[in-house]
């Protein structure tokens, strides 16, 4: 009975001794997940530096890189109306460290593009609407032309003998005077170029009648008195022109056209990091930088949850779709 009991008091003893090296060694094997972020994050703009998309992501890579405590470098990928770059942030790793500042074209480009390499909801998980961005509409100060209502009544006289200015198929200000021409029910005549800048120097050589253009493009020639500006295209009024009235008060109700920018990381980016980054972006907002931001160049500063920012894009698109589609509007 003694050698039974002994040989099984050993036994037990080897039964605990492979069990508890079993558990060293598979907790040996469990990768430890550090708190994230350890290393730097990548920010990819699909513009060229300099833009309107490219100074508000390195305002947000400044400021969150101080909240996380790690550099945040911005790499710009631009091309095919920003499908190259998006597509390099689809398809990457979802840890956090590769992310998309997105505008304005991620919300139109499913209805320019029917073969999109990615799917703008899909391959993509929310972090944060940043900012709104409102046009302007601007005319030479030499013309006749002084309100919205001007030109309405000017355009329904000469049909098709007014033109507009637009730099970008589907871009902002070329969807934001398709937009007008349906709802003021005018027919214009569009002009395109490849930038804000030369449809601008037409504008004040007298070439077009007018734009639906950026805040950044023509504030300081309003501000000079070099162009004389009509309306805002947003739905309120504007801190940046508070004197200047919104399209819909001038003739046009329910008109409301706005750019905006959002903060994206690719799908199946784990939870805790989408909250993480989420929280930064919110503090950074509050920044004396994006303050100075929001009179420059014109931006409404929304933060919100990343649901927030899902559903404002899926009703940007579903709306910009219709306009796209009545147009005939498709990618050159």
Do not use: C
């Not at 930064?280 to 160049?297: H, I, W």
């Not at 927030?308 to 009703?315: A, T």
Request: positive net charge.
């Amino acid at each position: 009975m003694q050698k039974s009991t002994h040989s099984s008091g050993s036994a037990s003893r080897r039964r605990l001794s492979i069990m508890a090296a079993a558990l060293i060694a598979a907790l040996a094997a469990t990768p430890v997940r550090a708190e994230y972020p350890v290393k730097a994050i990548k920010i990819v703009v699909p513009f060229s530096s300099g833009g309107g998309t490219d100074i508000i992501a390195r305002t947000l890579a400044q400021e969150i890189s101080s909240d996380l405590g790690k550099p945040v470098i911005i790499e710009n990928k631009p091309g095919a109306g920003t499908v190259i770059g998006t597509q390099l942030v689809a398809t990457s790793e979802p840890d956090g460290y590769t992310l998309l500042l997105a505008s304005f074209a991620h919300a139109v480009n499913p209805s320019l593009n029917s073969k999109l390499p990615f799917d703008p909801h899909k391959d993509f998980a929310a972090v944060s609407l940043i900012a709104r961005s409102l046009n302007i509409v601007v005319v030479n100060p030499a013309s006749k032309i002084k309100s919205v209502a001007d030109l309405i009544a000017e355009a329904k006289a000469n049909p098709g003998k007014l033109n507009y200015g637009t730099f970008g198929t589907g871009t902002s200000a070329h969807l934001a005077g398709e937009l007008f021409k349906s709802m003021a029910d005018v027919n214009l005549t569009t002009v395109s170029y490849r930038g804000a800048a030369p449809a601008i120097t037409d504008l004040l050589g007298g070439q077009i009648d007018v734009i639906f253009t950026t805040v950044a493009s023509a504030a300081s020639l309003v501000g000079g008195g070099q162009l004389r500006a009509l309306a805002v295209t947003t739905a309120e009024r504007s801190r940046a022109f508070p004197d200047l009235p919104t399209v819909a008060e001038s003739g046009v109700p329910g008109y409301a056209a706005e750019s905006w920018y959002g903060l994206y990381a690719p799908a199946k980016t784990p939870a805790p990091v989408i909250g993480r980054l989420n929280k930064a972006v919110e503090k950074a907002l509050q920044s004396t930088a994006f303050k100075r931001l929001e009179s420059n160049e014109g931006l409404i500063m929304v933060g919100g949850s990343p649901e927030k920012l899902d559903r404002y894009v899926r009703d940007e698109e579903a709306r910009w779709r219709k306009v796209i589609k009545d147009a005939d509007i498709k990618v050159e």
